[in-house]
């Protein structure tokens, strides 16, 4: 019942910056903690942010002062706001929620690094 549904991937320059937006919906329960996670071809997947409902975050040592992390929770939303990308930041990123009753993940939005 639950579905996450990402949006704002594509093709950026390195040096600039995308905004990711994950939308959840189906379900009236709230999420206690939404995330980003991205997966590299030929890599494992990895935590990009996370946000807890009391806004609380974390992020990757990699991306610490670079990207922001935040989430409306009356519309159990999570943005990703990404700058100063890398090529190497080039994945498919994937929108993470959970709840006391499941985990649910997105069907993930390619971000494409390159000049």
């Known amino acids: 019942q639950v579905q996450l549904v990402e949006s704002g991937g594509g093709l950026v320059q390195p040096g600039g910056s995308l905004r990711l937006s994950c939308a959840a919906s189906?379900?009236?329960?709230?999420?206690?903690?939404m995330g980003w996670y991205r997966q590299a071809l030929g890599k494992e997947r990895e935590l990009v942010a996370g946000i807890t409902s009391g806004g609380i975050t974390n992020y990757a040592d990699s991306v610490k002062g670079r990207f922001t992390i935040s989430r409306d929770n009356a519309k159990n939303t999570v943005y990703l706001q990404m700058n100063s990308l890398k090529h190497e930041e080039t994945a498919v990123y994937y929108c993470y929620a959970r709840s006391a009753y499941g985990r649910y993940w997105g069907q993930g939005t390619q971000v494409t690094v390159s000049s």
């Open positions: 189906g379900s009236i329960f709230s999420f206690n903690f």
